[in-house]
């Protein structure tokens, strides 16, 4: 998917990012197409900060995706109501995504941290802050990342109708967590994590970075036994 294909032929990748490109961001007040995305999980794959960030034993990577993050609840009548963004690490296994696109959906399946703070209020259009990667008490990594309308290929009220269009999405009472997507990651520059790295993700205008050490864990017990 992401690998550039024999005879200039565009990957999977690029035709998504294409069509993003040309529209998602739509101005005739209709939905523009749809993105790419995936399941994450539940609220019990969330984490605060400090908080260790779990990779179970099996994973063949564990590595950063620094993102912002928007954060809903459905309300009584079903209607989705933006509480207001945060900081988040969006955590993924690149190894397992790499090795086949149709793997994407199982590198997604892990946790992930929130910022301490909520920006309530429109995101500003242009985001810029710093991923990091501290180990042994000395940074091993630093990139700037980029976020915001102005550096994402939809617009942030496409990607919410993208998401909220589906029925299952807006049971009352739910909260949801949406990360938006990122560009940089370590990964990408040949950096292989280690347990007891720690991730840390800042960027104005949140006052207090999210910081996460990285800790192998039991992937638990899989087989099944009938009845």
């Not at 809903?72 to 969006?90: K, Q, S």
């Not at 720690?198 to 638990?220: I, K, M």
């Amino acid at each position: 998917m992401h690998k550039a294909a024999a005879g200039g032929t565009l990957t999977d990748s690029m035709r998504m990012f294409n069509m993003g490109l040309e529209g998602g961001k739509p101005t005739d007040g209709k939905p523009g197409v749809q993105p790419e995305w995936f399941y994450k999980g539940d609220g019990s794959s969330l984490i605060g900060p400090g908080q260790p960030l779990p990779s179970p034993d099996f994973a063949l990577d564990g590595s950063e995706e620094p993102e912002i993050a928007g954060i809903y609840v459905i309300d009584d009548e079903g209607r989705p109501r933006r509480l207001g963004f945060a900081l988040g690490n969006e955590f993924s296994d690149h190894i397992t995504e790499r090795g086949n696109y149709l793997w994407l959906a199982h590198s997604k399946l892990r946790h992930a941290s929130l910022g301490a703070e909520l920006l309530v209020g429109e995101l500003p259009a242009d985001v810029r802050g710093t991923s990091k990667i501290v180990r042994n008490g000395e940074t091993l990594w630093e990139k700037p990342f980029l976020s915001g309308e102005a550096n994402m290929s939809h617009a942030i009220a496409n990607l919410e109708h993208h998401h909220f269009k589906y029925g299952l999405f807006r049971r009352p009472g739910d909260v949801h967590v949406h990360f938006f997507g990122t560009a940089t990651l370590s990964f990408a520059d040949g950096v292989k994590t280690e347990e007891g790295d720690v991730f840390e993700v800042s960027a104005a205008p949140f006052t207090l970075p999210l910081r996460n050490p990285l800790q192998t864990v039991p992937g638990g017990e899989a087989s099944v036994v009938p009845l």
